[in-house]
């Protein structure tokens, strides 16, 4: 399935797509009080986990692959337009302040710019140009991933992203709502999670949007898993940039060592406040400087860190 500019042959492709198919059993929700629609929009946002857990196999693989190439060096690319893009750039922004990856780490890029984040910019999700030049201009590697983020599965810009990103060799992955979906088609892997026709019809930043924000958490959240960005399930990379998190990192500590508020201080001392570096001052009793060799040397992995420290 491809984009067309006949208005014609565009409704008519919009028309067989499931995210914008007409419910006729809702054309009076206008009219049904407010509790009424209230519990029809929950009741249609509670199917949208039980579609996504049927894709778990699909996301899986596509997380497995995305840790490998990070491992190596590479960068998570989100790429959308409208709905899509925004999700995307959010997911990437949340990186670095709860797993303290660098902010190039992780990107999100949204048709248009950073000012189609608050605003429409015409044309730009169907713009092919456009999604390649944004690539180029991040002198795209072999290591990357690029997802491309289209809740119809047919929008030119995530498309193009995706078929750009592969021609030059890094991973690719196509997150789409609708099944049999170009998006999906032209990326290695395919993720297409069908929520079926939405409450209001065509409004695909209800269901659809819910189930891309789902999926975008497992993708970064499950790769940080795997790069040795979490112990347990604790944020021991979170970044202490405001004081809610300084308290979350001397909590964070406490729930790792059980140690009591002074030693948790002075090992937060010790290592200029980061977590995982503290955890292991307290555990392995060694000083900062011996912690920092010791995680350096493993990766980052406080775990291994830790065998690796009492060996």
């Known amino acids: 399935m491809t984009s067309t500019s006949n208005p014609r042959d565009l409704r008519a492709e919009l028309e067989s797509l499931t995210t914008e198919a007409f419910r006729p059993e809702l054309a009076g929700i206008d009219q049904l009080p407010t509790l009424d629609i209230a519990r029809l929009m929950n009741a249609e946002d509670a199917t949208v986990a039980a579609a996504v857990a049927q894709r778990l196999p699909e996301i899986s693989a596509a997380i497995d692959a995305v840790a490998n190439r990070m491992e190596r060096g590479g960068r998570l690319i989100y790429m959308g337009a409208g709905t899509a893009g925004r999700l995307g750039v959010l997911d990437a922004s949340e990186c670095p302040p709860t797993f303290n990856t660098d902010p190039s780490d992780v990107v999100g890029l949204i048709a248009g ?3 189609a984040l608050v605003t429409s910019i015409e044309g730009a999700e169907d713009s092919r140009d456009l999604a390649e030049a944004d690539l180029d201009a991040l002198a795209l590697t072999a290591d990357d991933t690029v997802v491309g983020i289209s809740a119809s599965g047919r929008t030119p810009y995530a498309i193009a992203a995706v078929e750009h990103a592969r021609s030059e060799g890094a991973l690719t992955i196509g997150l789409s709502c609708n ?21 209001l019809t065509g409004s695909t930043r209800l269901k659809a949007g819910t189930a891309q924000k789902l999926v975008l958490n497992m ?15 604790l944020m021991v990379d979170v970044r202490a940039s405001n004081e ?7 909590r964070i500590v406490a729930l790792a060592t059980g140690a009591d508020d002074a030693e948790i201080e002075r090992a937060l ?3 200029d406040g980061e977590v995982k570096n503290a955890i292991l001052v307290i555990l392995a009793g060694v000083d900062g400087p011996t912690a920092a060799r010791l995680l350096e040397e493993s990766g980052g992995r406080l775990r291994a860190a830790l065998t690796a420290a009492t060996a």
């Open 244 to 250: 809610k998190l300084r308290a979350r990192s001397r």
């Open 269 to 271: 001392a010790a290592t």
């Open 179 to 199: 099944e049999h979906s170009a998006l999906a088609a032209a990326a290695e892997h395919g993720i297409e999670v069908v929520v079926g026709p939405e409450l």
């Open 219 to 233: 993708l970064s959240t499950i790769t940080m898993i795997r790069l040795g960005k979490t112990y347990g399930n």
């Open 113 to 115: 710019g950073p000012n």
